[in-house]
């Protein structure tokens, strides 16, 4: 983790942006990096489909928010928030989407390594993870609300992000 000193927060985006709905966490990232704004101690980032090259990002913060798309029932589009004991349960989290290596396995090695940030994931539930650059109509709709949720997010880990005018 983090120096005990000194709370830092990262914002992850991942997912594949050729993929339609699948680039859902990336865009998301970029929709709130360009409309909040936030102190030093908190970082955004797109992680695309880095996989195991993430832990080296992951290593220095005490806080992490990931944001992906995250298949689960209900509808296209749906955000979700899943607190991080909750998703180590959960298959898709494993390395059964496009990454390199799943989520659930990225988290698991960097516990193995002795970090122990604390975690929650933003999901939208997408549509269409064919090949296509632009979001579904419904995951699109979708990006304002999870990046409110990270924003709130933030406050709940005791960081400030507000919107910027």
Request: aromatic share 6%; hydrophobic share 40%.
């Amino acid at each position: 983790m983090a120096d005990a000193k000194r709370k830092k927060a990262l914002v992850l985006g991942i997912g594949n942006v050729l993929l339609k709905d699948e680039g859902a966490g990336v865009r998301v990232i970029e929709y709130f990096s360009e409309r909040y704004g936030f102190g030093p101690d908190v970082t955004c980032l797109d992680g695309g489909t880095s996989g195991l090259s993430l832990l080296s990002h992951i290593k220095d913060y005490s806080h992490i928010i990931v944001v992906d798309a995250v298949a689960a029932s209900g509808p296209p589009g749906k955000v979700i928030r899943i607190p991080w004991e909750e998703g180590a349960r959960w298959p898709e989290l494993k390395s059964t989407s496009a990454h390199q290596i799943g989520l659930r396995d990225l988290i698991e090695i960097a516990k193995f390594q002795g970090l122990r940030p604390e975690l929650v994931i933003i999901g939208i539930i997408p549509k269409d993870m064919n090949p296509g650059l632009d979001l579904t109509p419904e995951a699109a709709r979708s990006v304002p609300l999870a990046a409110e949720a990270v924003k709130e997010e933030l406050s709940r880990f005791g960081f400030r992000a507000e919107k910027k005018d």
